[in-house]
């Protein structure tokens, strides 16, 4: 599977379900890296000791368990945002692994595929970021950041008939934003592609 | 009610999240599609029963429930290992569909309060998943016979229509217009 359907896929399993706000957003891709990076280590120890067939599951099995441990930390940090995240968690939990297991290790090259894992990860959390930035803005006229009281939004004048409504923080306005992303990326790089 | 609402609410969630790796990547034909819906649907109800009793009479009282998806999952691997090895079915890819029921099972555990609820949750949500492929296949096909633009090749144009798909099972809901509401 090539690194552009990974980006594809986690962009719509990960961003699209979430909710409108960037503070949620921060908490989720924050997640996705460190499940990320840990996981992909522990694909390293799978791959040493030889576990054959029960490679994948064993691999499902830890990223579940990372995201479970996650989901505590963060309930530690702020338990209105785990309650509110809830079932997203387990979003990151298979985008998560669609980033491990689709890299593959070239012989024995560990370094390298640990680098292409934490490459694509942030490559994906800053395209997350814009992502979330522009849903909250259309949707709400604000930008919010996660604190331990739920929360902190940061009101930002709203372009009249643009933004501000509550539509755009539907999963089906998500859709259309997405869309709109992925015709704009794409026809800028085939134009630059041309010339 | 429940059912009406995770049949149009597991649409919107699990089709383009984990669904739409199946049907963008795949190439899908009947007999894989009723293989798959079938083997998919036992393994759910026979996974979702063992799941239940060991989270009601094992998570519970020890107060470990927050370990229920370990618990899921590996029910759900035993039984999926268990099933395609008695009858050879196709050789089902870990990314999509162990993730998809495994994550079917949770959420339905995590929105139901007994047993007889979480059947409901899981089958509604497998149900719509598998009755929206052929329609957003369908779609795809017919996009890709159009030859659309090259910026329009990206998914971009399965996107719109999904979005345009979910906005009208969502439009029975006119909460949205009543700002004051929020």
């Known amino acids: ?24 957003g921060i908490i989720l891709l924050i997640g996705l890296i460190s499940i990320n990076c840990i996981s992909s280590l522990l694909y390293i120890v799978f791959k040493k000791c030889d576990v054959g067939s029960f490679e994948t599951p064993l691999q499902i099995f830890t990223t579940i368990a990372l995201t479970i441990i996650f989901k505590e930390c963060v309930r530690y940090y702020s338990p209105i945002l785990s309650f509110n995240l809830h079932f997203s968690f387990y979003l990151v939990c298979f985008s998560s692994f669609l980033f491990t297991s689709q890299i593959k290790i070239e012989q024995e090259a560990y370094a390298i595929y640990l680098f292409s894992v934490l490459k694509q990860s942030l490559a994906f959390s800053f395209f997350g ?37 509550f539509l755009w923080s539907s999963t089906g306005f998500a ?15 085939k134009k630059k592609a041309k010339g | 009610m429940s059912l009406l609402f995770f049949f149009l609410f597991s649409s919107a969630l699990f089709n383009y999240g984990m669904g739409l790796q199946g049907f963008l990547l795949k190439e899908y034909n009947l007999k894989t599609y009723l293989v798959c819906f079938l083997q998919v649907l036992i393994e759910l109800f026979l996974s979702l029963a063992v799941s239940w009793f060991f989270i009601r009479h094992i998570l519970l009282p020890i107060q470990l429930t927050e370990l229920f998806p ?71 096909l017919r996009i890709d016979q159009a030859h659309p633009l ?28 009543f700002q004051g509401g929020f």
Do not use: W
């Open chain 1, 1 to 24: 599977m090539k690194g552009k359907n990974i980006f594809f896929i986690a962009s719509v399993s990960i961003l699209i379900p979430a909710t409108g706000r960037l503070g949620y």
């Open chain 1, 129 to 165: 970021l814009f992502f979330f930035s522009l849903r909250e803005y259309v949707a709400y006229a604000s930008l919010s950041l996660p604190i331990t009281q739920g929360l902190k939004i940061i009101l930002i004048p709203a372009v009249h008939l643009f933004n501000g409504s």
């Open chain 1, 175 to 189: 859709l259309v934003l997405m869309a709109i992303i992925l015709i704009v990326v794409s026809a800028f790089q």
């Open chain 2, 70 to 140: 370990l618990i899921v999952f590996l029910v759900f691997y035993f039984f999926h290992t268990l099933i395609s090895f008695l009858v050879e079915t196709i050789d089902l890819e870990a990314s999509n569909e162990i993730f998809l029921p495994v994550l079917i099972l949770i959420m339905s555990f995590l929105h139901s309060m007994n047993f007889s609820k979480a059947l409901i949750i899981s089958l509604a949500c497998h149900l719509s998943y598998f009755l929206a492929i052929p329609i957003l296949y369908a779609i795809r």
């Open chain 2, 150 to 177: 090259p910026a329009f090749k990206t998914g971009a144009l399965v996107l719109i229509s999904l979005a345009v798909i979910m906005i009208s099972l969502y439009a029975f809901d006119l909460s949205v217009f």
